[in-house]
């Protein structure tokens, strides 16, 4: 099997890729179980295994293994983050969660019923201690993947044993948080432990962990200056009260922070059992079962104390002669329950032989998902999304003809299912049941057929040209009021056509060109499609016509390899029309609307050397630059020529890892984003608020010591130089992290 572009021979060795001084643009797998990554891919790769991850990054989340490969950034905010971590790319940011794919195995991970930060992909359903290797396709160059690929396509390929193997791991984090009036320590600790064998044919693992994090304020109860009433006489001025903090919000515009709210405590546990069945030499069964379950509390902390020094967190109060008045909703607590189970089951060959074939299926299920939410009085909303969902079928194949093509094909079927339905409770906190709030359900289907052939027209050219056909389906969307009246919308049926093409040239043992292109349908998910309220018994504030996400993308690569390291240059493009963005509709509703036009032009530079300076010195890096403009916008003028939202025009990142002798490894990396903004017209040019989006520039360091074959300990810090930076809500701040692991 080939893959293309790697960052480094030597990275490549080290999880089980051989890379011959007499390759041609193309990457070999050389043993190992079968990856689920297509045979040929036509567009840049970059990648890094386990064991570099384990070696180099403080890994508490799986979606930290993906820290400094170029262009990519998570949108992490504390350990556990399993609502907000969306994944962003060379032309999308971190708002754009349905412009990714992540998968694990071959099983989706990638939440496309919504995009958005509630739709991010399951990381949970993934540990950093199972994973054997992360690749990153860019770009949707490769037609065995739907639009959703138009950033990236991620793929974990997880540890699956050749002997007896038991893995132990505990691991303890800590972080001094100050923001505002905000002074608190937060820890998370974490244990995990696997095991796995092989018997013959058969093969098993099992991996089980808990996660209890703490995580800092993410959000802050605020009221504008100018929102404040000055009272008539005889009014009440409302409880005089101190504490409230006067700073300017992402517009520019005098606010005070009334106190924290959101101070996340999420305990994980998360269990995977993994089967495999070798029926003969070129034919394995696979089986996965994961199972994630996630108990979550969020706190909340008035700043506001009157003069008594009691905490005031409702009614009306007095802040610098302005009478300002608390709802519930401004230190609303809230609780979550959520148990999401995952299925894959593969059957496939993977010989040398001439053919080889892949059924595959996959399932995850939100067998329960509550969230509860106070309203006042002891009241509160609770918000069932159980039921919701997504499945997948696939039938793939590969035929070499010949020493000059290698053909694959596929059939494929994903389908998503979203159930949410919101009741009123008497008691917020465990009460069932309850008076109908609303219900809001939608399904969506895409069927495709893709074909793709990669062929050698001479010695040092090679082509690929691929196509994908895709028929998305809309259906069984509804909404219901308190009357409990479902109001159906009108099912939408779209075919499209995605073509891709490739050409490399190795000008010599060393150098290799290569340019690719490739058009993307993004359809709308269930959450964007079926949007709206509900006035006199119809459906107002939605876009009926939403359309689909089209875009073509481009790009020029420039790459240099050799045994001790390797260099890459690619200028990419990629032209957009009818971007999937919520903006105004009317003066006071926004919903997601079509942008007509978002042109993005960029160069990424990344590079890997071994051995630099001295022997053991390992240095890789990063950078992008990326000019995202808005080009054509009907739905809101204003914002034609700004920038596209949360895609900064730099990123960069650098990794320096030294191996001193047998035991000691330490690690030093810098990763920095220019300056963001959060809304299409960029009308919010202070980041470095709460709500706002902020550059940053942030240092990690590592310290790993390996006292003999089965002990190690780590120690490290991220955001070594305590950078407060934000994303609507703030990232953590300095965090230390421990950890020790036993490997039978």
């Not at 386990?50 to 949108?75: C, H, M, T």
């Not at 709030?437 to 690929?464: C, H, I, M, P």
Request: neutral net charge; glycine residues 10%.
């Amino acid at each position: 099997m080939n893959l293309q572009y790697k960052p480094l021979a030597a990275m490549l060795a080290a999880i089980g890729f051989a890379c011959p001084a007499h390759a041609d643009h193309v990457v070999t797998i050389s043993g190992g179980r079968p990856t689920s990554l297509p045979t040929q891919i036509p567009t840049t790769i970059e990648g890094i295994s386990g064991a570099q991850v384990e070696d180099r990054i403080n890994a508490f989340d799986s979606e930290d293994a993906l820290k400094y490969l170029p262009s990519l950034n998570v949108r992490k905010r504390f350990i556990g983050d399993y609502d907000h971590a969306v994944l962003a790319s060379r032309a999308s940011g971190t708002g754009n969660s349905a412009r990714s794919l992540v998968y694990a195995d071959g099983i989706l991970l990638s939440n496309l019923l919504g995009n958005g930060a509630m739709y991010t992909p399951r990381w949970g359903l993934v540990t950093p201690e199972e994973i054997e290797r992360v690749d990153v396709l860019y770009g949707p160059f490769s037609a065995a993947y739907p639009g959703n690929s138009v950033g990236a396509v991620v793929d974990y390929q997880t540890r699956m044993p050749s002997r007896l193997e038991a893995h132990a791991k505990l691991s303890w984090a800590g972080q001094d948080f100050e923001q505002y009036s905000t002074h608190s320590r937060h820890t998370g600790r974490q244990a995990s432990a696997s095991l796995g064998d092989r018997t013959g044919a058969l093969s098993w693992w099992i991996d089980l962990s808990r996660l209890d994090s703490n995580g800092q304020p993410i959000a802050f109860a605020n009221k504008l200056a100018s929102a404040g009433a000055t009272p008539k006489p005889g009014e009440a001025m409302g409880v005089p009260v101190t504490g409230a903090v006067a700073d300017r919000n992402p517009s520019g515009k005098d606010w005070y922070i009334l106190g924290s709210t959101g101070q996340v405590n999420t305990v994980q546990d998360h269990a995977k059992v993994k089967l495999a069945y070798d029926f003969s030499s070129t034919l394995r069964a696979s089986y996965t079962l994961g199972w994630w379950k996630n108990d979550v509390v969020r706190n909340t902390e008035s700043y506001l104390r009157d003069a008594a020094g009691n905490a005031v967190t409702s009614g009306a109060v007095n802040i610098g002669g302005k009478r300002f008045t608390l709802v519930p909703s401004d230190f609303a607590g809230a609780r979550a329950d959520l148990e999401h189970v995952m299925h894959g089951l593969s059957l496939k060959t993977h010989g040398r032989g001439s053919f080889n074939w892949e059924i595959a299926g996959s399932a995850y299920d939100y067998h329960r998902d509550v969230a509860r939410v106070p309203t006042g009085g002891g009241q509160g909303n609770l918000t069932d999304m159980g039921g919701s969902g997504w499945n997948t079928l696939a039938l793939r194949g590969n035929w070499r003809a010949g020493a000059a093509h290698q053909v694959e094909f596929g059939v494929q079927r994903d389908s998503a299912k979203l159930r949410t339905e919101v009741t009123s409770v008497a008691d917020w906190l465990a009460g069932e049941g309850g008076k109908h709030v609303s219900t809001f359900n939608g399904n969506t289907r895409l069927e495709s057929l893709y074909a793709q052939d990669s062929w050698r027209l001479a010695d040092a050219w090679k082509a690929t040209l691929g196509v994908r056909q895709e028929t998305w389906r809309a259906y069984g969307g509804e909404i219901s009021a308190a009357a409990n009246r479902l109001l159906p919308f009108k099912d939408r049926l779209e075919h499209a056509w995605s073509p891709k093409a490739a050409l490399a040239w190795r000008a010599d043992e060393a150098w290799t060109v290569k340019a690719s292109a490739g058009r993307a349908v993004r359809n709308p998910t269930a959450a964007e499609l079926f949007q709206g309220s509900i006035v006199d018994e119809k459906i107002v504030n939605t876009d009926p016509n939403l359309r689909a996400e089209k875009s073509w993308t481009t790009e020029l690569s420039a790459e240099h390899m050799t045994a001790k390291g390797s260099l890459r240059a690619t200028l990419f493009g990629e032209r957009t029309r009818d971007a999937l963005y919520s903006q105004p509709l009317t003066a006071t509703v926004s919903t997601v609307q079509n942008v007509g036009r978002i042109r993005t032009r960029g160069l990424e530079l990344s590079q890997q050397a071994d051995d630099v300076l001295t022997h053991g010195l390992t240095v890789q890096s990063s950078l992008t630059y990326a000019d995202s403009e808005i080009v054509a916008n009907d739905a809101m003028p204003s914002s034609v020529g700004k920038r596209q939202p949360r895609v900064p025009k730099w990123r960069a990142n650098a990794l320096a890892s030294y191996h001193a002798g047998q035991h000691w490894t330490g690690t030093v990396g810098v990763r920095y984003s220019g300056r963001q903004f959060g809304t299409l017209d960029n009308s919010d040019p202070n980041g470095a608020t709460y709500m706002g989006v902020s550059d940053y520039l942030v240092a990690d360091v590592r310290l790993r010591y390996r006292f003999n074959r089965q002990w190690t300990a780590s120690l490290g810090i991220d955001n070594l130089n305590g950078e407060k930076y934000w994303a609507f809500h703030p990232y953590a701040q300095r965090t230390v992290s421990a950890d020790l692991k036993f490997d039978l």
